[in-house]
């Protein structure tokens, strides 16, 4: 089917991300799809059972696109769904959540215009995309400590003054902090530590933390690993700092490596966040899914 035939863009939305910008825009956004010759087909989320219900019957070849309104766990939530029904379809991400950490590393830009601009072009680029026991993850996988803070924060509190509110809630568990034993095995390594926290990213930032991982590369066919061990607590307030501003990874308490499989294993009950959502269980095993997405991103 050619291109010129592809009539429908689905537009998978979560009405609650952030200050509800995609809301107060769906208007503007089906007017845009239409005028370009479009027909939109809206899909609300609801926990990721209606989109799963979607892709499970949908033709792909009568679509162009996908456009996404929503922060990372809708993006989460949307590529799960097409990686479990093998939907190959192209997406666009209209950032609406609280950190957006995917749309910050795209440098897409903040305007409803300018991103459906975008939207509707037909410039792309590949990602991987991370796969964790039976998910996947498009941004980050985290363990433990600070970086599960997201599901922490009061949604008024992020809603109101957005991304500091992560900074103001890790600042506040400092000291609640506890450390825990893990392994992690890789093909080349085998690691035994005590951590803090960790986490497994294909981007660059995660819950706010703009230069969590400020080297990577979304489309390398590499998964990033970022521990943070155990060390005195009045050298954790200045290593926060260096993760503020991203010069963390030579810090002699911080390990950090790449590697296409990882599995980590430890006797704690650890908390787990892949995108910003509640994540799976320990044992965990990582894989990458080499250049899985084509998203839509600014032209030169």
């Known amino acids: 089917m050619t291109e010129s035939m592809k009539k429908k863009i689905l537009v998978y939305y979560n009405p609650y991300s952030g200050s509800g910008m995609f809301k107060n825009n769906l208007d503007y956004i089906i007017e845009r799809c239409q005028e370009a010759g ?26 162009s696109r996908i456009i996404i309104g929503g922060g990372d766990g809708t993006v989460n939530m949307c590529v799960n769904a097409m990686v479990r029904h093998n939907i190959k379809l192209p997406i666009a991400i209209l950032p609406s959540g609280t950190a957006n950490d995917l749309a910050y590393y795209l440098g897409l830009p903040s305007e409803i215009k300018e991103l459906m601009d ?30 599960d803070v997201s599901q922490r924060t009061d949604p008024n509190l992020k809603n109101s003054i957005g991304v500091a509110a992560y900074y103001l809630t890790a600042m506040s568990e ?50 990033d690993v970022i521990a943070f061990c155990k060390m005195p607590i009045v050298e954790f307030a200045p290593l926060l700092i260096e993760v503020l501003r991203g010069r963390h990874p030579n810090n002699k308490h911080v390990i950090y490596f790449q590697t296409d499989e990882l599995t980590i294993e430890s006797d704690t009950d650890i908390g787990t966040d892949i995108d910003g959502e509640h994540g799976e269980k320990l044992p965990l ?16």
């Open 38 to 63: 479009y027909q939109a087909v809206p899909i609300r989320t609801a926990k990721g059972k209606v989109i799963d219900e979607t892709f499970a019957e949908i033709n792909q070849d009568e679509y």
């Open 118 to 147: 975008i939207a509707l072009g037909d410039v792309t680029s590949t990602a991987d995309v991370g796969k964790v026991n039976d998910k996947v993850f498009v941004n980050v996988a985290a363990l433990g400590g600070l970086i």
């Open 174 to 223: 400092l000291r609640q902090v506890k450390s825990f034993t893990v392994t992690l095995r890789t093909p080349e390594h085998v690691y035994e530590e005590d951590i803090y926290f960790m986490v497994v990213m294909n981007g660059e930032s995660a819950g706010g933390f703009r230069r969590l991982n400020p080297d990577s590369s979304i489309n390398d066919g590499k998964l």
């Open 285 to 300: 095993h990582f894989s990458i899914l080499h250049e899985r997405l084509n998203i839509f991103v600014k032209g030169e």
